[in-house]
């Protein structure tokens, strides 16, 4: 891989922005650049020739304008990985957004990876840990408690609690398409399509899910 060289902005198109760097050090598809006078991350997309690279902003493109200086990083944007991950919120550039510190972890693994190997795939059922009660512990003592509206298309909308709608994403992620449909015949539900599976929400005395 080349050496990190410096560019400057040609174009900007909401958050795709051109940028032009020498013809011997062109970034690669993928590549993080980083501006050097806002704190804004650019992704490569596309080399358009004569130097010039098609990049996606990763953040606000606001008050950019042409010639601002460019530096290519050599690297891909990385996030971490690893168990201190779990229960977290993160954005694209793996920096927290839950106000619970920085996000403690030994490894980073580029955004863009090639697919897993067949010989690495698992096919017998096992459990997706979430880490949702990691992520419950850090909401506020009634977050839980709330009730919101949802609107589970086409069905009308209804109201839940928080806590009821982090145990439809803990099963809906535990269990691949055909336990779930399984699992809401058992319950005398009927999925309604056998590629997108829909919860359906029947009204109980005490209102619960099916």
Not at 104 to 115: F, M, N, V
Not at 130 to 155: E, K, M, N, S
Request: hydrophobic share 40%.
């Amino acid at each position: 891989m080349a050496t990190p060289g410096e560019g400057r902005i040609t174009q900007i198109i909401g958050a795709v922005i051109d940028v032009e760097f020498p013809r011997e050090s062109i970034p690669h598809v993928y590549e993080a650049l980083k501006l050097k006078d806002v704190d804004l991350t650019l992704e490569v997309q596309q080399q358009l020739g004569d130097g010039v690279v098609r990049t996606i902003a990763m953040g606000a493109s606001e008050g950019l304008k042409r010639g601002l200086a460019v530096q290519a990083t050599g690297a891909p944007i990385s996030v971490p990985v690893g168990q201190g991950t779990l229960g977290r919120i993160m954005d694209v550039l793996g920096k927290p957004q839950d106000n619970r510190g920085p996000v403690e972890a030994s490894e980073y693994l580029p955004i863009h990876r090639p697919p897993p190997s067949f010989e690495e795939l698992k096919t017998r059922a096992q459990t997706s840990h979430t880490a949702l009660r990691d992520l419950a512990a850090g909401l506020q003592p009634d977050a839980l408690t709330r009730t919101v509206h949802i609107a589970w298309f086409p069905d009308p909308p209804c109201v839940i609690t928080v806590a009821e709608a982090l145990v439809q994403v803990a099963m809906h992620t535990q269990h691949h398409r055909g336990q779930c449909m399984t699992r809401l015949k058992d319950f005398g539900g009927e999925p309604k399509n056998v590629d997108w599976i829909i919860w359906l929400w029947k009204q109980k005395p005490k209102g619960r899910w099916s």
